[in-house]
C-alpha cells in the first residue's frame, strides 16, 4: 500500500508560479514512476507530467516549457514547478504513483490550482 498526499496549490494571478509536492509513503520501495494529473471541471484527467526512477521525465503538450516536474529520492517527494500559469491550468492536480506491485497504481486525493486575475 502507498499513500500519497499532495500540497502546494491555490490561487495564483496568469503569469504566476505555483510549487506543488506530493509526498509518498508506506511501500515507497516499490514506487518506479511518477506523476502528475490534472482534471478540470467537465474535462477528463490528463497527462501534466511524469518520471521515473532514472529521471526521464515526459510533458503534455499544454505545458511543455512552463511545467517541470522533479523528485527528491531521500525524501520520497515528488514536485510540480509551474511557471507562466494561465487560466486554463485551472484544474485539480493529482499526483500518481506507479508500483512493481502488479503495476498497481496510486492516487492522491488533490490539490486545487486555480489561475485567476
Known amino acids: 500500500q502507498v499513500e500519497l498526499v499532495e500540497s502546494g496549490g491555490g490561487l495564483v494571478q496568469p503569469g504566476g508560479s505555483l510549487r506543488l509536492s506530493c509526498v509518498a509513503s508506506g511501500r515507497t520501495f516499490t514506487i518506479y514512476h511518477m506523476g502528475w494529473y490534472r482534471q478540470a471541471p467537465g474535462k477528463e484527467r490528463e497527462l501534466v507530467a511524469t518520471?521515473?526512477?532514472?529521471?526521464?521525465?515526459n510533458y503534455g503538450d499544454s505545458v511543455k516549457g512552463r511545467f517541470t516536474i522533479s523528485r527528491d529520492a531521500g525524501k520520497d517527494t515528488w514536485f510540480l514547478q509551474m511557471n507562466i500559469l494561465k487560466p486554463e491550468d485551472t484544474a485539480v492536480y493529482y499526483c500518481?504513483?506507479?508500483?512493481?506491485?502488479?503495476?498497481?497504481?496510486?492516487w492522491g486525493k488533490g490539490t486545487p490550482v486555480n489561475v485567476s486575475s
Open positions: 500518481q504513483a506507479v508500483t512493481t506491485t502488479r503495476g498497481m497504481m496510486y
Open positions: 518520471i521515473t526512477l532514472g529521471g526521464v521525465t
